[in-house]
């Protein structure tokens, strides 16, 4: 069952609806699952059929990413689910937003992610005008998640989340919590209209202390969500301190929310990495 001390919303990272099955399972509750091109390529079903050389056509991947997606959808009806456009470094913000407006149709609790590059704040802008609910995804730096703020001014709560990647800083040997906790106080600053997911959670540590930092949301692989679930779903409290090991910190700025969006630098090397990875993922399942 939910810790009643829980405030943030756990969401399972996944491509694989047996997997959403089994969680809820264990651990009682869920709030939410995300999904990207790169889980979608790792479903099960979608190995078998490339491993027997059966490739999809551009119809049939998204036919299959859409059942994959109302599976989940019926699991939690009441959740939020992250479905993912593609994207590649020349798609353009029309065409992400004519595919996001697509997918937010597949089921009644769509988030639809966007990454966050200029053409994905110009998809997501208008995305939030039609009704739309984002996630902005790829996020690695604090001018990033202020430009997500900027770009979605006006947006009803619950309408937009900023997914801060920070197992891939790890990766990097920077503290990648760090950008939570800096996130997490620009924010302060704020109104509150968009969200924090952690994503990109690679260990136990990182979800108990996005929870002690008290992001609204953690989205973590199947395998993170056992442990925690194992070990009795432990929320921490003051006297929980994460070891940073070697990690390099990354200092918080002093970034003013006020801006337009354009203004601030997002250009960040693991995002433009991050698409390649998404949108070579996607077309391997492709003829
Ligand atoms: O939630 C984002 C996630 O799927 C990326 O995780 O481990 O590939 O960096 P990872």
């Not at 491993?51 to 959808?73: A, C, N, P, T």
């Not at 089921?107 to 902005?136: D, Y």
């Not at 800096?182 to 996005?210: F, P, Q």
């Not at 609204?216 to 779903?233: K, Q």
């Amino acid at each position: 069952m939910r810790p009643v001390n829980l405030k943030t919303r756990i969401f399972l990272d996944g491509g694989d609806p047996s997997e959403t099955k089994e969680i809820i399972g264990r651990l009682g509750f869920l709030d939410g699952q995300t999904t990207n091109p790169t889980l979608i390529s790792k479903n099960p079903a979608a190995r078998r059929r490339i491993e027997q050389g059966k490739k999809f056509s551009k119809e049939e991947v998204l036919d299959f990413y859409r059942d994959v997606v109302l599976e989940i959808s019926s699991l939690l009806p009441r959740g939020s689910i992250s479905v993912e456009v593609y994207a590649d470094a020349s798609t353009k913000a029309e065409e992400m937003l004519q595919e996001g407006r697509e997918m937010f149709s597949w089921i009644p609790n769509a988030q639809i992610k966007f990454p966050t590059i200029s053409e994905g704040l110009k998809a997501a802008e208008q995305a939030l005008s039609h009704g739309l609910r984002v996630n902005m995804t790829l996020c690695f730096t604090q001018e990033q998640a202020a430009a997500v703020y900027a770009a979605t001014k006006g947006a009803k709560k619950g309408a937009v989340f900023v997914s801060p990647f920070i197992g891939r800083l790890d990766d990097k040997g920077e503290n990648g919590m760090d950008l939570i906790y800096n996130i997490i106080g620009m924010y302060r600053e704020g109104d509150g209209h968009v969200e924090v997911l952690t994503a990109s959670v690679r260990s136990i540590d990182h979800l108990l202390y996005a929870l002690k930092l008290g992001s609204d949301i953690v989205t973590a692989p199947f395998g993170i969500l056992r442990e925690w679930g194992d070990r009795g779903l432990p929320v921490p409290g003051d006297e929980y301190s994460y070891d940073t090991g070697s990690l390099k910190a990354i200092p918080i700025k002093d970034i003013a929310l006020t801006k337009d969006w354009s203004a601030y630098d997002i250009s960040h090397g693991l995002t433009d990495k991050g698409l390649e990875r998404f949108s070579s993922d996607w077309n391997s399942l492709i003829a």
